[in-house]
């Protein structure tokens, strides 16, 4: 059974931090580029930042790349988030998603709540 669960998701005050944790399984996760997209109430998804399955990262903005950073352990299954200096404007649900480039094959996370506010 494919499962990709994040967790460390929560409330936290503008200017704080969150790690986000994405564990997955039922797949072979060395052979995926793993992203985390986000979505806001009222807003369609959005692409936050990518990791090839070689390690190859991208960001979907200059914003995001000074705070947030993905990166992946590959002997745990796991990808992550960093998640620094966050605005009330992060707030959204995150979700993991992992991609086999080769054969278009795609799985989703079920999200996990990030609510940056005072």
């Known amino acids: 059974q494919v499962q990709l669960v994040e967790s460390g998701g929560g409330l936290v005050q503008p200017g704080g931090s969150l790690r986000l944790s994405c564990a997955a399984s039922?797949?072979?996760?060395?052979?995926?580029?793993m992203r985390w997209y986000r979505q806001a109430p009222g807003k369609e998804r959005e692409l936050v930042a990518h990791?090839?399955?070689?390690?190859?990262?991208?960001y979907s903005a200059d914003s995001v790349k000074g705070r947030f950073t993905i990166s992946r352990d590959n002997a745990k299954n796991t990808v992550y988030l960093q998640m620094n200096s966050l605005k009330p404007e992060d707030t959204a649900v995150y979700y993991c998603?992992?991609?086999?480039?080769?054969?278009?094959?795609?799985?989703w996370g079920q999200g996990t709540q990030v609510t940056v506010s005072s």
């Open positions: 039922g797949f072979i996760f060395n052979d995926y580029a």
């Open positions: 998603y992992a991609l086999r480039q080769l054969t278009r094959r795609k799985y």
């Open positions: 990791i090839s399955d070689t390690g190859h990262i991208t």
